[in-house]
């Protein structure tokens, strides 16, 4: 099938959003597909995106030039790739997490998957979203959680339950070279602990900061963030077992990854976008969840409803309240003591990857239009 990926994404960039679409791209192809990615070009076209992403250069990607026009940018570039779309053979169908370009080419006969990882966030979107729903080439749409799913067949009682399908997000199984291919900083035979992602509001740096504080003799990695964001903390953070690595391309992540014994996911009850503002606490699904399970490595993680979909206390993960503590204190402790506990958790993880939620098998799920995850 020739499928076309209508992404909003920058390709190149550090969003977790373009790590989720070339990801995808990839997962499609894998599973059989002749997949092209529309996306708008990074500050440097000369990258290797594939690279970057440590994805194979098994798809097409075509990067579509815009103005810097904020109030305009979304149409032209929705016009564009319509205007692209008729200079060639039309494809299979449609999948997209760019609404207006999905829009713009609803008219042309093929079927329209839309994903969307959160509510419209104006009326204006709302009223576009509710004119794809309408639209007779509309198949399904695609969220990324339970609670998700609810609130869309809340928010639009003409979307059909059968319409929607929960694919939470994914991971790929690492590859097991990159296990010793960097030295971590940090003390040998003290627990190395882990957390990578963003530093926004929410993220629980501050909660790590303070079990840097209670757990000097564990070394804590932070891996991620904006130079604006890296500034802030490291003006706050005065512990010499808290180390900042900074932004990561997500192609070298393994460096990291295989060499922390437990990894951290302290999201708060509210969980900002870039720039602070916002709230995905409700709806998300986080990536760094999947990529941790991938590495087959411990998780504590904030007990919140949304990660309950995914994570089972005691099973595949340690599940805390995300403002005690104590309890993430005595967690940690309990995991680096414990390896039996440690080592049987993580191995659950690796194995509901492989067996749930690996990128392929969500590629499949969402062009099935199944599910189900047992």
Known sequence: MKLYYLSGSTIPSRTANSVHVMKMCQAFSEIGHDVTLFSRPGENPLEDCYAFYGVDRTFAIERIRCSRLAGWRALEYAWKIRKYVLSRSLPDLFYARHLFSLLCVANLGRPLIYEAHALPENPI??????????????DRLVVISESLR????????????????????????????????SDLPGRPGHPQVGYVGHLYPGRGIDLI??????????????????????????????????????????????????????????????????????????????????????????????????????????????????????????????????????????????????????????????????????
């Open 150 to 181: 609810r609130d869309y067949l809340d928010l639009f009682p003409i979307l059909r339950s059968e319409k929607i399908v929960v694919a939470h997000d994914g991971a790929s199984i690492p590859d097991d070279n990159m296990a010793e291919s």
């Open 125 to 138: 979107k709302r009223l576009a979203e509710l004119r794809l729903f309408l639209h007779p080439n509309f």
């Open 209 to 374: 900061q303070m079990l840097a504080a209670r757990l000097p003799q564990v070394d804590f990695h932070i891996v991620g963030g904006t130079e604006e964001d890296l500034r802030y903390w490291r003006n706050r953070s005065r512990q010499p077992n808290l180390i900042f690595h900074g932004y990561v391309p997500h192609g070298r992540l393994g460096t990291y990854m295989h060499q922390f014994d437990i990894v951290l996911a302290p999201y708060q009850r509210r969980v900002a976008l870039a720039g602070g503002k916002g709230d995905t606490s409700r709806w998300m699904s986080p990536m760094k969840i999947f990529e941790y399970m991938s590495y087959g490595k411990p998780i504590i993680a904030s007990d919140l409803p949304v990660l309950r979909e995914v994570l089972d206390h005691g099973r595949n993960a340690i599940l805390v309240d995300p403002e005690d503590v104590a309890s993430w204190e005595q967690s940690i402790r309990d995991l680096a003591t414990n390896k039996e506990l440690a080592e049987k958790i993580g191995k659950q993880a690796l194995l509901d990857i492989r067996e749930k939620y690996s990128w392929t098998r969500r590629a499949c799920r969402v062009l099935s239009g199944r599910s189900d995850y047992k």
